[in-house]
């Protein structure tokens, strides 16, 4: 169990270790510095904050402490000014140093002057009673503010948890994104080259045809057409120029004289590829929202009774018709408030991929023919007529 003296002498050896590291910093060191000084500074506070709330109302009420407790304050109310000071003074600067040592020095001398009169003068003027009760109730905030500092940097650490999972998430999506759009883009790449190589083919086989078709009716051309009779093979040779075949020709060109033309017919095929792009952002913030809470609490108050009575027996016992004073401490509870943070639930942001069926609609254009028949000649449309029926 910690007593008013351990209390007392070892209160500021938390402050002591943090000025000895803070001062063996180098002016290059800024995030280490800012880290201290803000330990330092958060330690300094609160031991001002527990003697004043906790000691100093009870010293004053004794005379021969009182006077401790104006200089006490006094320091107190220095220190603090430094700290502002330090505060807004750059930490890579040589003022920061020196305005350090001064504070550290401030510190070492309240911390003398805490052991040298302040403890002799509260062991004598306190109680035991009076003295545990204070440090019961200083060790009893001491423990609920570093449970809530507990409590904070948890908090820090989960919401820099999930910062980094957010990143991650991001980063994957982002490759992700990156991955399907790199696919579509190969995907569409072998598609344009499927349709090059089968319009190549198409026109390769259209030129080979076309090839094959001119050297058939080359052939054809230069053989004598023989109907099986002499009469019609002299007639036919008078009435018509000799018939061949060729590849076709323009609309608008001559009449051709050969037995047979190629006409190449094409057509379009529809490729459908696919291209990922934004639509629609979705934003999530956290924000802090207050909410009025109320607790009961069950408090103390002790006052002190003045009662006059009839003694038990008349008979003298102890001093009499002398001056005595009596002191007695009246004592009250007050409500300690501090607060804790857990995680009430935890919200996760991710994307679900579904997928759709959609129907691309368009028109794709394609080759036909259209076959009109003219006679020109009756005689010549008879006479091939008449071979026609002779070759069925």
């Not at 904050?49 to 104006?70: A, I, N, Y």
Request: aromatic share 2%; hydrophobic share 40%.
């Amino acid at each position: 169990m910690t007593t008013i003296r351990q209390l007392l002498q070892n209160g500021p050896a938390k402050a002591n270790e943090l000025f000895a590291k803070l001062v063996d910093t180098s002016d290059g060191a800024i995030k280490t510095r800012e880290r201290l000084f803000a330990d330092l500074k958060a330690e300094l506070d609160l031991l001002a904050k527990l003697e004043e709330e906790h000691l100093f109302p009870v010293l004053r009420k004794h005379k021969t402490t009182k006077g401790l407790v104006s200089e006490a304050l006094a320091d107190n109310k220095q220190t603090r000014i430094l700290l502002d000071e330090l505060e807004a003074t750059p930490k890579d600067s040589e003022e920061f140093a020196t305005k350090v040592a001064e504070l550290r020095k401030i510190h070492q001398q309240s911390v003398r002057d805490g052991k040298n009169e302040l403890l002799p003068a509260v062991l004598e003027a306190l109680s035991d009673e009076e003295a545990q009760a204070i440090v019961d109730r200083i060790e009893a905030e001491k423990a609920e503010i570093e449970e809530a500092r507990m409590v904070e940097a948890e908090q820090r650490r989960i919401a820099a948890r999930l910062e980094r999972e957010q990143e991650a998430r991001r980063l994957a999506e982002q490759e992700d994104e990156a991955e399907r759009e790199q696919e579509a883009r190969t995907a569409v790449r072998q598609t344009v080259d499927a349709v090059a190589r089968t319009g190549e083919a198409a026109a390769e086989s259209a030129t080979q045809m076309v090839r094959t078709t001119a050297e058939v009716a080359q052939r054809v051309a230069t053989a004598p057409m023989s109907t099986g009779s002499v009469l019609w093979d002299s007639m036919f040779n008078l009435w018509t120029a000799p018939l061949g075949r060729a590849v076709a020709r323009p609309a608008n060109g001559p009449s051709s004289s050969q037995a047979e033309e190629v006409i190449p017919l094409a057509e379009e095929t529809l490729v459908v590829g696919k291209q990922t792009v934004t639509s629609g952002t979705t934003t999530v913030r956290r924000v802090v929202v207050e909410t009025p809470v109320q607790q009961q609490v069950s408090l103390y108050d002790e006052k002190v009774i003045v009662e006059r009575r009839k003694p038990v027996t008349d008979a003298v016992t102890g001093e009499t018709l002398t001056e005595v004073t009596i002191e007695m401490i009246e004592t009250s509870e007050r409500p300690v408030v501090g607060k804790s943070v857990k995680v009430r639930e935890e919200v996760v942001v991710r994307r679900e991929r579904t997928q759709r069926i959609e129907t691309v609609r368009d028109t794709v254009r394609r080759d036909e023919i259209e076959v009109t028949h003219s006679d020109e000649n009756h005689r010549s449309g008879k006479t091939r007529a008449a071979i026609a029926s002779s070759h069925k």
